[in-house]
């Protein structure tokens, strides 16, 4: 069963960081594009950032653009979100996401989501 599962969320000052992980299981991703979106309550899900099998990324959110850094580790089959400076405009529910392998286009596999608490 193919399966996503996102952990570190929790609460940090304004200012820090924190590192989030997603852990994929049932088939190999490392020919897919994996990403993170992130989605506030009463908003729409937003696209944070992505990378490809080759290691090329691709921003969504111009406000974490040198903030957020995505990375990912085909051995152990998992993709991270390093999240440094944070605001508490970033207080929201993470989510990873991938997509089938090759593929440039729809998502088709998502976590259950992790949550983020920026405190002032």
């Known amino acids: 069963q193919v399966q996503l599962v996102e952990s570190g969320g929790g609460l940090v000052q304004a200012g820090g960081s924190l590192r989030l992980s997603c852990a994929a299981t049932g088939r190999t991703f490392s020919n897919s594009g994996m990403g993170w979106f992130r989605q506030a309550p009463g908003k729409e899900r937003e696209f944070v950032v992505s990378?490809?099998?080759?290691?090329?990324?691709?921003y969504g959110a111009d406000s974490v653009k040198g903030r957020f850094t995505i990375s990912r580790d085909h051995a152990k089959n998992a993709v991270y979100l390093q999240m440094g400076s944070l605001k508490p405009e970033d207080t929201v529910v993470y989510y990873c996401?991938?997509?089938?392998?090759?593929?440039?286009?729809?998502?088709?596999?998502w976590g259950q989501g992790t949550e983020v608490t920026v405190s002032s």
């Open positions: 990378i490809n099998w080759s290691g090329g990324t691709t």
């Open positions: 996401a991938a997509t089938r392998p090759y593929s440039l286009g729809a998502w088709a596999y």
